[in-house]
Every structure is written in C-alpha cells, then in structure tokens.
C-alpha cells in the first residue's frame, strides 16, 4: 500500500475496474477483454502528446472553430482535432488540442474543466493514450470514463480516482474471534447462562401446562380461576405473616 495513488502512474485494467485498486480478480467481462487487448497508440496521430490536452463530452454540434475560440484563450494553439465518425464525418464528441508551450496547457488543463460549452459541461484532461504505459482504450474494455457493457465504472483517472481503501484488520479480529482468549470465553459463558435460563423456562412452563389442563377439563371459567388462585395466594400470605 506504500505505493497507492489516486491517480493511475501505470495503466492497469484489474485496478481501472476497482473503486481502490486493490481488486486481485476480474469481475466482468470487459476487464477481461482488456487484459487480453494488446493495443498500439495510432501512429498516424502527430504532434506532442505532452503538450496535448483531451477534450470530452462536447456537443455533437460543436466545431473545430469553437473549440479554437474558447480555448486559444489560455494560450497559443498549434492544432486542434475534432475526432469524427469515418463513415458519417459527424462529431463523436471528443478531440484533442495540441498547444505550443507548457504553460498554457496546465492553465488549460486547471481551467477549462467543467467548462460549458454549446449547453454542454465538457471534461478536460492530459492525453493518456501516448502518454500513460499499458493503455488499453475504451472500445477495448479499457479506459476511464463512462459505463462499459457490464455498467461497471472505470477509475484511477481524473474524473473518477480510486478511493483511499480501508485497513480493517483489529475489527476482524474483534468480530470473527480472532481475538484474545479472555474475549472468547466470556462469549462461551454468555452463551452458557442463555441456554440455562432457556432451559428453566421450559421446565417451568412444563409444570404450570397440567393445572391448567384440569382446570380446563373441569369446565372452570377464567373469572372462577382467577378467583381461585387469589385466594390460594392470600391464604400463603397469611400462613407466612402468622
């Protein structure tokens, strides 16, 4: 656990699949899948991956020139690529801006996030694909954003980071009896004492049963018994008071 982080340094899709990246199994079929995947960044993609910001969740509507606009305002843009379907050529909602120097990538990168635009709040992050080891995209049962096929959530990024697990190991000794000896048997003692009492309840309850079947069986109304043990117990008052 020395080397836990909220963001992911390296891509892994077992840990991806987790709430706290301690998972050690698969648990849908899409972790599956990207564990087998062996992917390779598109090589036709040009440009400084690190000095290229992802842009996710725009409108279909939005272009290249509005994306320009809003986001030259941080710094100097070299490029701006609006990914589009190859069949379509309509928007798919995502693109990548490249900017000539650091600082106003980090400015956009701080800034620009949760920024609306066309009445859309739009994500903004480094790009991950040429940049973070073992990157295994959406499509491939990878990533970090969205819902996959089996509606699990992906983390580790920006968006959603892993959540700080949780060390339990005092109360599972506490509660699974793991715990000292002194414990143990005071819970034997106490399960001892119940069953007692359980058991003179019963031995009880079986003697006053065969009263209460005679008077039944003689035909005794309820008031006529009640009367009858009220005066059987003034009569031991009095034989205790004389």
């Given at each position: 656990m020395n080397d836990w982080a909220p963001i992911a340094k390296e891509y892994d899709p077992l840990k991806a699949g987790s709430i706290d990246g301690t998972d050690e199994e698969p648990h849908d079929r899409a972790i599956w899948r990207a564990m087998l995947a062996r992917y390779v960044p598109n090589k036709g993609v040009t440009g400084d991956p690190h000095l290229t910001l992802?842009?996710?969740?725009?409108?279909?509507?939005?272009?290249?020139?509005?994306?320009?606009?809003v986001f030259s305002r941080y710094g100097d843009i070299r490029k701006v690529r609006l990914v589009r379907d190859l069949v379509t050529g309509f928007s798919?909602?995502?693109?990548?801006?490249?900017?000539?120097?650091?600082?106003?990538?980090?400015?956009?990168?701080?800034?620009?996030?949760?920024?609306?635009?066309?009445?859309?709040?739009?994500?903004?992050?480094f790009e991950l694909e040429r940049t973070l080891k073992g990157w295994i995209p959406r499509?491939?049962?990878?990533?970090?954003?969205?819902?996959?096929?089996?509606?699990?959530?992906?983390?580790?990024?920006r968006d959603r980071p892993f959540r700080k697990p949780i060390n339990l190991p005092n109360m599972k000794n506490e509660f699974y009896g793991e715990g000292s000896a002194e414990k143990r048997n005071w819970s034997r003692e106490g399960t001892r004492d119940w069953r007692t009492r359980d058991r003179d309840h019963e031995r009880s309850r079986d003697k006053r049963w065969p009263e209460r079947e005679r008077s039944w069986a003689w035909g005794e109304s309820e008031r006529e018994r009640d009367s009858r043990e009220e005066r059987s117990r003034g009569r031991e008052r009095k034989d205790r008071d004389s």
């Open positions: 992802f842009v996710a969740r725009l409108n279909l509507q939005t272009t290249e020139e509005k994306l320009k606009e798919k909602g995502y693109a990548f801006i490249e900017y000539k120097d650091e600082r106003a990538l980090l400015k956009a990168h701080r800034d620009a996030n949760r920024l609306v635009i066309d009445q859309h709040e739009i994500f903004v992050d499509r491939l049962g990878g990533g970090f954003g969205g819902k996959k096929e089996s509606g699990q959530l992906r983390f580790g990024g």
